[in-house]
């Protein structure tokens, strides 16, 4: 039997050279950080028509938890809870209209959910790609945003800040007179500026 050609033996061992490059013993997934709600320095605004004039509020109570990571940004999720009866428009009256059966309902929806399973890049920053919940109504949403991080006393902090919008009556905010739109606006723009920590 005739022993390989050495350009045989030559080809093999590049091929071989080249497979291990491509994945490489011990190779691992990038580190992905874990970032809670700094509460204290991070608002969530809301903005909306009312008799034809702009109005806002926000709300004093809700959770992020984000796990991010630029370079892995598959392996990336979003989670955010408003605790609805925070609500806070500047108006003690309108407030409790607001918390009502047929706006948000608090006593049965305490909550509004978003959860994101997919951040991708833009652009102009990142999307959450996810899921909102509200008065147990759920669509498909994107929030757009920009983050970034910084060392501060020696520890990791994330801003993250972004404006999206939302039609109310898609998640049934708005029963019987205020279904209406010529008095309370349908579309609800939302803001947010939130200072997260690194856990």
């Known amino acids: ?57 926000h709300f004093n109570h809700f959770t992020v938890s984000l796990d991010f990571s630029a370079e892995n940004l598959a392996a990336s999720r979003l989670d955010v809870v408003v605790e609805m009866s925070s609500v806070d428009t500047g108006d003690q009256e309108r407030d409790d209209t607001v918390r009502g059966a ?21 652009g102009a920053g990142y999307e959450a790609v996810g899921k909102l919940t509200i008065r147990g109504v759920t669509h498909d949403m994107r929030v757009p945003f920009s983050f970034r991080t910084a060392t501060e006393a020696g520890a990791t902090a994330g801003y993250m800040s972004g404006k999206t919008s939302l039609r109310r009556l898609d998640y049934g905010v708005g029963q019987g007179d205020w279904k209406a739109t010529d008095q309370v606006g349908n579309e609800v723009g939302v803001a947010f500026s939130l200072r997260l920590t690194a856990h």
Request: glycine fraction near 6%; aromatic fraction near 8%; avoid cysteine.
């Open 1 to 57: 039997m005739s022993s390989p050609r050495p350009a045989a033996i030559v080809a093999a061992t590049f091929g071989l050279q080249l497979l291990v490059a491509a994945v490489p013993a011990g190779a691992e997934t990038p580190a992905m950080t874990h970032y809670v709600l700094d509460a204290a320095k991070s608002s969530l605004e809301f903005t909306f028509l009312q008799a034809g004039a702009g109005n806002k509020g």
């Open 102 to 122: 047929d706006l948000f309902a608090v006593a049965k929806f305490p909550q509004a959910h978003f959860v994101a399973s997919q951040i991708t890049k833009t």
